[in-house]
């Protein structure tokens, strides 16, 4: 009995079968990260509502002390939102996987959603740190507002008390 031939290893032409799934996952990549959008959003818009809501408690009991209790609000958002980030960065690796093998495989110049985007912006598609803490709770995108949140409200404490004199 003689052994079969050895398996071809040439590489083999891309499918469409294989297209297809990928066209798929990337479109439905592309939508999870947008509703990762959505809710972080409302999680943005509730945290800016809480905020509101101890100014206008502040400056109806004329306590300046409310407002460096409040920031404990613009804390807890921020840490919120930090970890719906966190997760929604999960996706980006495999959405640059499947754009990279259209690209290369398929010889496609699109989709490339989240490669356009990081070119126009000047950001490298893969980040230089990973984890919590840069992906989620130091990610220039979640932290700018709730720290300029809690810095007017600090403001708001130590001033608010000399106009009420």
Request: proline share 7%; glycine share 6%; charged share 15%.
């Amino acid at each position: 009995m003689s052994n079969p031939p050895p398996a071809d290893s040439q590489p083999q032409p891309p499918n469409t079968s294989e297209l297809e799934l990928l066209k798929q996952e990337y479109f439905f990549l592309q939508n999870t990260i947008e509703d990762y959008n959505k809710q972080i959003w409302v999680i943005k818009a509730l945290g800016i509502t809480g905020t509101g809501a101890v100014i206008s408690l502040m400056l109806q009991q004329k306590s300046g002390a409310i407002a460096i209790i409040g920031c404990s609000i613009p804390l807890f958002f921020w840490i919120l939102e930090s970890q719906w980030k966190h997760f929604q960065r999960g996706f980006y690796p495999r959405v640059i996987e499947i754009e990279t093998i259209l690209s290369n495989d398929y010889h496609l110049r699109s989709p490339a959603i989240f490669g356009g985007w990081a070119r126009a912006f000047k950001r490298t598609p893969t980040p230089k740190r990973h984890g919590y803490l840069w992906d989620g709770l130091l990610n220039r995108s979640v932290f700018i507002s709730y720290l300029l949140e809690i810095i007017f409200l600090l403001l708001l404490a130590a001033i608010a008390p000399r106009l009420w004199k």
